[in-house]
């Protein structure tokens, strides 16, 4: 049996779901993804002695713009009221990890807002210490958890969320 693809109509041309009639609820999604460089520009960043100024915190800001507009950027996905967008960062060995969590209550998931936002922070960081090392990697950005909807809540295999 062929799953309904629901962004399609019956004549094959794309829409925007309708998620009128579906009732608020809250929804909740994080998603996260890193970016290796060399230790030189992981320092910087940790000593807050990049050239640029503040990477992290100007890399948080522009996540949490970032979900606010997902709707700008990505066809048909709907414009949500977010409540809140958190964006949280850890240095790991050779990286820093961003995981970004957004949530509101509403008709339809933020999963898109919390990918977009860890995205979007993962190129501003890019972007900031790019004069310290050119060949920083951005990789596995992914959904790592979501509450909400049909589906429920769920995690991806191998997280401890």
Known sequence: ???????????????MVD??????TYRM???SGRITMSSKAL???RDGDAPKGDVLGTARIAGIMAAKRT???IPLCH?????????DFSFEDGAIR????????????VE??????????????YDMAKALDNGMTIQDISLIEKVGGKSGHWIAKGTDC
Request: aromatic share 0%; charged share 15%.
């Open 98 to 109: 961003v995981i970004a969590k957004a949530h509101l209550t509403g008709k339809t998931g």
């Open 1 to 15: 049996m062929t799953k309904a693809l629901t962004h399609i109509d019956s004549d094959g041309n794309a829409r």
């Open 19 to 24: 998620v009128g009639q579906k009732p608020d």
């Open 112 to 125: 898109m807002e919390a990918i977009t936002a860890t995205s979007i922070a993962l190129v501003t960081i």
């Open 29 to 31: 999604a994080v998603a």
């Open 79 to 87: 414009p949500l009221p977010i409540d809140a967008v958190n964006i």
């Open 43 to 45: 320092t910087a960043i």
């Open 71 to 73: 709707a700008d950027l």
